[in-house]
């Protein structure tokens, strides 16, 4: 028998959704940061679709000092301060890159980070990126999530609302038990609760005894 997350993964690669409108996106960070729980990360290629489920996120909002908008806007940092919905591809340790999205009006600088996708349609595209390890680990974390996609810094500054290439999709109808608890990996201001991930799912990145802390679940 597979194990639970197989066959979770199984049963849903053919799950609907459509392109994101950027006036569904909220014009607030944290907003986006939750709202993204749930939602579709695609990567069309010419030979087939990868696509996952987002179920970890973390904001960084305006004026936080631990975000890659904080200095103000640079050549490296300008797609943070486009209109909501954009990527910022970020190189990181030298070795990994991470998928962020704007997350204000344009001008604004502040980012969401996505942490985690559940693996939906191209798992084996995945798993060829991802040689070796366990279903479950194939995005499991910022720096996962991008080689298992293959997304780098040609994707930098891309409109993840064009409904091509590298996109987000929204899925009409049901509700995510959606948790929150305090960022994890920085060396300060960790206390903030502005990390946003799917309760239960085996998927979600960072330390199972912190999940375990939190309340009981909320329903969006």
């Given amino acids: ?26 014009v607030d960070t944290v907003a986006m940061a939750r709202y993204l729980i749930g939602k579709i990360l695609v990567r069309d290629l010419p030979d087939g679709r990868m696509s ?85 680990d194939i995005a499991r974390g910022p720096g996962r999530l991008a080689q298992a996609m293959g997304i780098d810094t040609r994707f930098d500054g891309a409109d993840l609302c064009s409904g091509t290439g590298l996109w987000l999709g929204t899925v009409t109808g049901g509700k995510t038990a959606i948790g929150r608890t305090r960022r994890i990996g920085l060396s300060r201001e960790q206390h903030r609760r502005l990390r946003f991930y799917e309760r239960g799912s085996p998927f979600v990145s960072g330390p199972r ?12």
């Fill in 52 to 136: 996952g489920r987002i179920v970890e996120t973390e904001a960084y909002p305006v004026g936080d000092s631990t975000g890659y908008a904080f200095p103000g806007r640079t050549c490296s940092n300008a797609p943070l301060f486009l209109a909501r919905g954009h990527a910022y591809v970020r190189l990181v340790y030298g070795s990994a890159y991470t998928l962020n999205l704007s997350s204000e009006a344009a001008g604004t600088g502040a980012a969401v980070l996505l942490r985690a996708v559940e693996p939906l349609a191209g798992v084996d595209r995945m798993r060829r990126r991802r040689r070796g390890v366990r279903l479950v």
């Fill in 209 to 220: 005894k912190l999940l375990a802390r939190q309340s009981s679940p909320k329903r969006r």
């Fill in 1 to 26: 028998m597979k194990p639970k997350s197989e066959r979770r993964v199984a049963g849903v690669q053919t799950i609907r959704f459509k392109p994101m409108k950027r006036r569904n996106l909220p």
